[in-house]
């Protein structure tokens, strides 16, 4: 069975080469509104949601916080420039973001990290830890 991602991004560049990438293995579901995301994650189980941190709308900071609550289990990977790093560090810290990466990303690390990120999201809904910050 295939395991549920959703991309945030406000670049159509960026959503279709992310699909492109992780769709082969996982259902992968774009938005470049990030309200539609949350609104989406309202109804659906998601694995791993993936998301720009500088968006028109909303941060990804904040859409990141509401999917947290929606679905305490989904693995959350923020996704920057570089020199949005440093600040982004505080979603670490905060259990806002799992993990973050930056653009241009390598494919293979990406996919590597997708893959352990939708591990441990499983292994907290079958262990029933959906409060652990286990990484």
Avoid at 97 to 126: C, G, Q, R, Y
Wanted: negative net charge; aromatic residues 6%; hydrophobic residues 45%.
């Amino acid at each position: 069975m295939k395991k549920t991602i959703v991309i945030i991004d406000d670049d159509e560049a960026i959503l279709r080469s992310l699909k492109r990438l992780l769709g082969t293995n996982n259902h992968v579901v774009c938005f470049s509104d990030p309200l539609s995301a949350i609104e989406f994650a309202q109804q659906n189980p998601i694995s791993l949601v993936i998301c720009d941190l500088l968006m028109p709308a909303i941060s990804g900071f904040a859409v990141l916080e509401d999917i947290k609550l929606l679905q305490p289990h989904c693995s959350r990977l923020l996704i920057t420039g570089y020199a949005e790093l440093e600040s982004s560090k505080n979603a670490l810290t905060n259990n806002i973001a799992n993990m973050i990466t930056a653009k241009p990303w390598d494919n293979f690390e990406l996919t590597m990290l997708v893959e352990i990120l939708i591990e441990n999201s499983h292994l907290k809904i079958n262990q029933g830890l959906s409060n652990v910050n286990s990484y």
